[in-house]
């Protein structure tokens, strides 16, 4: 099993620019979330997805779309990039039984946003 | 608001010595709590977690405490190793299906051997 995948690693977009980031999971999670972290702020949430077809905002949903393909993909737009969306963005996953609250991420993108 | 506060953004320790992680909390809904490890250049990865009908939680070398009425958690590491270096994260939950956490800002632990 390879987890939480998330593509591309590293990315540098001008401002204006547009980009989707990509994230699939084999683990059959039902939830998956998108977050960004910024240094000194920890990870903060943008998106997330309590189940397939479904999609709900986050603590920082501005200037972001999402898109839950299908139970394993999960991607996150960028309609135009600004400098303030500079960050490393994770993707995670996380199942639905009861007493289970962990998530499960993967290994990040790195945006820089000129 | 942070509503999740670690308020030691760095810690260091000698090797085989007991490493202590504070975490604060501020909303009374959280019941369940969890701490991530990460790496530099990797995902945060799940360590331990404790839920508010506890007030401790054992595995292995990691012992993760609850206090309720302060709210306030911490996580022990002991014996700690050079390998336990790295930014470890505490994180909470409040019920319901969504699973959602929020996030401290992380203390980064560095065991010197």
């Known amino acids: 099993n390879a987890g939480v995948t998330q593509t591309p690693k590293f990315q540098v977009l001008k401002t204006g620019q547009s980009m989707t980031l990509q994230c699939a999971q084999d683990?059959?999670?039902?939830?998956m979330y998108w977050y960004r972290q910024d240094p000194g702020m920890g990870l903060r949430l943008i998106y997330y997805s309590a189940s397939e077809g479904t999609t709900d905002k986050g603590e920082v949903p501005n200037g972001y779309n999402v898109s839950r393909l299908n139970k394993r993909e999960f991607s996150l737009r960028l309609e135009s990039a600004a400098p303030s969306q500079t960050s490393v963005y994770f993707c995670?996953?996380?199942?639905?039984?009861?007493?289970?609250?962990?998530?499960?991420f993967g290994p990040g993108t790195r945006l820089t946003v000129t | 608001d942070q509503q999740v506060k670690q308020n030691s953004p760095s810690l260091s320790v000698q090797e085989g010595r007991i490493s202590i992680l504070n975490c604060d909390y501020t909303?009374?809904?959280?019941?369940?709590f969890l701490w991530y490890k990460k790496y530099p250049a990797e995902g945060p990865t799940f360590l331990i977690s404790?839920?508010?009908?506890?007030d401790k939680n054992e595995d292995g070398r990691f012992t993760v405490f609850l206090n309720k009425s302060a709210k306030h958690l911490s996580l022990h590491i002991v014996p700690s190793q050079p390998g336990d270096s790295a930014v470890y994260f505490c994180a909470a939950s409040p019920p319901g299906s969504a699973r959602q956490l929020t996030f401290g800002s992380g203390t980064q632990l560095t065991v010197l051997p």
């Open positions: 909303n009374s809904m959280f019941d369940y």
């Open positions: 683990m059959n999670h039902n939830s």
């Open positions: 995670a996953s996380s199942e639905r039984l009861a007493g289970v609250r962990e998530q499960y």
């Open positions: 404790i839920s508010s009908i506890k």
